[in-house]
């Protein structure tokens, strides 16, 4: 699936583009700067008190997971670096093969306003990062004004 960047820098707006096969745009860069094809994969939900995002990152180790709240909008990202290295030698011949790729991913999803970005609380198990995002109490926008 070919993900793409929509204006404005930001991947998401947290309710245009629902059903949420809409919320699958990403930005992940190879080691050479170019985009890749894919992004962090991400479910989000609604209850009445909260909004909870989950984000899949198999083979991330937590302390590579970073997530920052900038206003409304959330965003995580990793950078991961992985090597490969094999050497071994016959009959007076050494055989090298070192392999290394890097990727930084990062999705950014803008979040209503009555998200509670203040409060969230992450969690990370078993490749998969948890998000709950409690919603703020309603501010009332309608009351009675008195005229002297």
Do not use: C
Not at 12 to 39: E, Q, W
Not at 136 to 141: M, S, V
């Amino acid at each position: 699936m070919a993900m793409a960047l929509t204006h404005g820098g930001f991947d998401d707006d947290f309710f245009s583009g629902f059903p949420l096969s809409a919320l699958m745009h990403g930005n992940m860069r190879g080691s050479d700067g170019s985009a890749a094809n894919r992004g962090i994969p991400l479910d989000v939900k609604e209850t009445k008190n909260a909004f909870e995002v989950k984000a899949d990152l198999p083979g991330v180790e937590k302390k590579d997971i970073k997530v920052n709240v900038d206003g409304d909008v959330l965003t995580i990202s990793h950078e991961r670096a992985d090597k490969k290295e094999d050497k071994k030698e016959e009959n007076g011949v050494k055989y090298h093969r070192v392999e290394r790729s890097s990727a930084f991913v990062q999705r950014r999803v803008r979040l209503p306003e009555s998200a509670d970005m203040s409060k969230i609380k992450a969690a990370y198990n078993n490749g998969t990062l948890t998000l709950d995002i409690p919603k703020a109490e309603e501010k009332t926008r309608t009351h009675q004004i008195n005229v002297e």
